[in-house]
């Protein structure tokens, strides 16, 4: 049974990561509140809010992670050629809450979303904060494409991305691994699209230790 966390409380203790359940794979606990101190308190212990709207809060650590290193990120040559073919504008922090929205947006694989507007509301909150950032894709003045997540030192904790015409989430992720404050991104979960930009897996111990090195700098 996994632990439960008082919401009215941010000073309650996040149980030891490596404690976290191996079915359903890195359940660590449930319950508590989407503050900003409760939620940088997860963040700097490698655990993450992930859960529907309606259920309580569920917060994970997977005993394997998804990341990427800024200097291996893979940009093969033909995605090259076709970022230099269209001219995509590129912002950093000008329409945060907008990329928000844009990712709990419906999409082909899921009508459904776990960004719920009280999950915008508390990540703007860490934004207003200067912890929270995102990048934003532009095309002829239309947001299409951006990535936001919570920074730490210099680890980006990427919480989700999307985009409205092809490339641009590469784009935003290929400008991310170019910030010189950046030395890790957290992607969280596999997935093929990560898989194919350089993200590799590794074990919660080991990411643990990165935090340590990289979220003090």
């Known amino acids: 049974m996994i632990p439960w966390l008082d919401e009215t409380d941010d000073g309650t203790p996040f149980p030891d990561p490596q404690t976290a359940l191996s079915e359903p794979d890195g359940l660590l606990a449930a319950g508590g509140s ?11 212990r490698g655990i993450f809010p992930w859960y529907n709207p309606g259920e309580p809060v569920l917060w ?12 291996q990120i893979h940009i093969p040559r033909r995605l090259q050629r076709e970022l230099r073919k269209l001219p995509f504008e590129i912002s950093h922090n000008k329409a945060f809450r ?34 929270a950032r995102s990048i934003e894709c532009y095309l002829n003045n239309k947001l ?33 691994a170019r910030q010189p404050d950046i030395a890790l991104i957290d992607c969280q979960i596999p997935n093929p699209h990560l898989e194919s930009m350089g993200m590799v897996m590794v074990p919660r111990d080991e990411f643990l230790g990165l935090l340590d090195e990289f979220c003090e700098k």
Request: with cysteine.
């Open 34 to 44: 989407l503050r900003p101190l409760r939620l940088l308190s997860a963040y700097r």
């Open 60 to 71: 994970w650590a997977p005993s394997q992670r998804a990341v990427i290193y800024p200097e």
């Open 98 to 131: 907008d990329v928000m929205i844009a990712c709990a947006a419906p999409r082909k694989i899921s009508e459904a979303s776990w960004i719920s507007t009280e999950m915008i509301d508390a990540y703007c909150d860490l934004h207003v904060l200067g912890y």
């Open 144 to 176: 299409v494409g951006g990535i936001y997540g919570v920074q730490l030192g210099q680890v980006f904790f990427g919480e989700s991305m999307f985009h409205t015409v092809s490339n641009a989430s590469k784009a935003v992720l290929i400008e991310t």
